[in-house]
């Protein structure tokens, strides 16, 4: 079976580093290698994207390739991923034959599905994600599932080791309020491929927002192998103490998947606290403000805040390409 690129848990703390010196090499013109010359990357979106489409397009062309996009159900038939199912409803083509007809003509094949926050029990097992890798011949990419944001998780390690150095940092994951509930994807990785990479974590939420258990556990896991810990807080303001990474998020609460009600009135006590703003900063060590993008401005993080010398998020969105093209070239070169 191919090599895939679904999770940086599926990566060691040194190939995590080789990564990261290749896309280093790429952002500084050292390699100017073409790995992909001749060849095509299929990139599959079930959802929208800025970034993370233009990105792997743009990264893609540079390393000699051709992308060829397809929107199921916009640009490509309607993809059912389930197994043993009688296909008499709204979907067109199965998963099993639409993987591997791409396999022949492509090189690899990205993937972004966000979680429908229908059945958290389903979800967390990335389904659609798992069909995807179950059935390629090729490398398949996760560009974004219903878990994991692996893509997005390594651009951040490299913004962090660009303006800190290498080392072990004192990092923040925060929640913060938004109006819907989102998926856990970012957040997930974040603190999956902080701890791997041996920074100090506190993840600090509102009550009923923990995070997946198992998850929880392989970050403690991958922590103490590294040398580094893992606290979670639910004091919004202590948790930015001495800190010198400050990552935002909203991310939904598991106990409303597959609720009719949005956890709107579970959240609306949450929205003046829970925002990233001048005066949770000042109690930093200096610390960077990151965030994935895109970002609803005066409800996760205030003006003040990402229009600062601190904000680093700009960097965190140009090192998808540099990430994505390490990426490609290890997997494909």
């Not at 993840?203 to 923990?210: D, L, M």
Request: aromatic share 8%; charged share 25%.
């Amino acid at each position: 079976m191919p090599r895939n690129f679904l999770t940086t848990a599926d990566w060691t703390r040194e190939e995590l580093d080789g990564l990261l010196d290749a896309a280093l090499r790429f952002k500084r013109g050292e390699d100017a290698s073409k790995p992909l010359a001749g060849r095509s990357v299929a990139l599959v979106f079930f959802n929208p994207s800025l970034r993370t489409r233009a990105s792997m397009q743009v990264g893609v062309y540079e390393l000699g390739g051709q992308a060829v996009v397809l929107e199921p159900g916009g640009t490509s038939w309607t993809l059912e991923h389930r197994e043993a199912v009688v296909m008499d409803g709204d979907k067109t083509e199965h998963v099993a034959e639409f993987v591997r007809v791409l396999a022949r003509y492509c090189s690899a094949i990205g993937v972004r599905t966000f979680a429908a926050l229908k059945d958290w029990n389903e979800e967390r097992r990335d389904p659609v994600l798992s069909a995807f890798a179950k059935f390629s011949e090729v490398p398949v990419i996760n560009l974004e599932s219903a878990m994991h944001h692996p893509c997005q998780a390594l651009a951040d390690m490299l913004t962090v080791r660009e303006r800190l150095g290498e080392g072990r940092k004192r990092v923040l994951l925060t929640w913060a309020w938004h109006p819907k509930p989102l998926p856990m994807a970012v957040p997930n990785s974040f603190a999956l491929a902080a701890a791997q990479m041996g920074h100090d974590l506190t993840i600090a939420h509102p009550p009923g927002y923990e995070l997946d258990d198992e998850l929880i556990g392989e970050i403690n896991s991958r922590a103490f192998d590294a040398g580094a810990t893992v606290r979670v807080t639910r004091d919004i303001e202590e948790a930015f103490d001495g800190q010198e990474v400050v990552y935002a998020k909203s991310w939904g609460s598991k106990l409303f998947y597959g609720s009719a009600a949005d956890d709107i009135e579970e959240r609306a006590p949450y929205r003046r606290e829970w925002i990233v703003d001048a005066g949770k900063m000042r109690r930093t060590d200096d610390a960077l403000f990151m965030h994935c993008l895109p970002v609803r401005r005066n409800c996760i993080v205030t003006d003040e805040v990402i229009d600062s010398p601190a904000s680093v998020v700009i960097d965190e969105a140009e090192n998808r390409l540099h990430v994505q093209k390490a990426i490609m070239a290890k997997l494909l070169g």
